[in-house]
């Protein structure tokens, strides 16, 4: 399984940014895919996150502001971000684990979101 993610760049403190994820390769039909950030000298935390049946889950800090999703092909996973602060400024991250024989983690690389106030 490979993921690209795309969508980062500059917004200004009370925009809006959308991250995609593709990915590529055996999925099957039992995952779960996120978004997790990693600002300069903290630990990369979970954003959002979506299951295979549809469940979502939101960090506290991002609730009514970050909506994800996916399309009905399972092959793209987004992350709209609006009303953001500097304080979601960071290297965001996409992940699926994936149920085979067991679970497997995979990374997409990073995009950079910065806001600026």
């Known amino acids: 399984v490979q993921l690209q993610a795309s969508g980062g760049g500059l917004a200004q403190d009370g925009g809006s940014l959308r991250l995609s994820c593709a990915a590529s390769?055996?999925?099957?039909?039992?995952?779960?895919m996120g978004w997790y950030r990693q600002a300069p000298g903290r630990q990369r935390e979970l954003v959002a996150g979506?299951?295979?049946?549809?469940?979502?889950t939101y960090a506290d800090s991002v609730k009514g502001r970050f909506t994800i999703s996916r399309d009905n092909a399972k092959t793209t996973l987004y992350l709209q971000m609006n009303s953001l602060k500097p304080e979601d400024t960071a290297v965001y991250y996409c992940?699926?684990?994936?149920?085979?024989?067991?679970?497997?983690?995979?990374w997409g690389q990073g995009t950079q979101v910065t806001v600026s106030s």
């Open positions: 390769g055996s999925i099957g039909s039992i995952y779960v």
């Open positions: 992940k699926i684990s994936v149920l085979v024989t067991g679970w497997g983690d995979y």
């Open positions: 979506i299951t295979s049946s549809g469940g979502t």
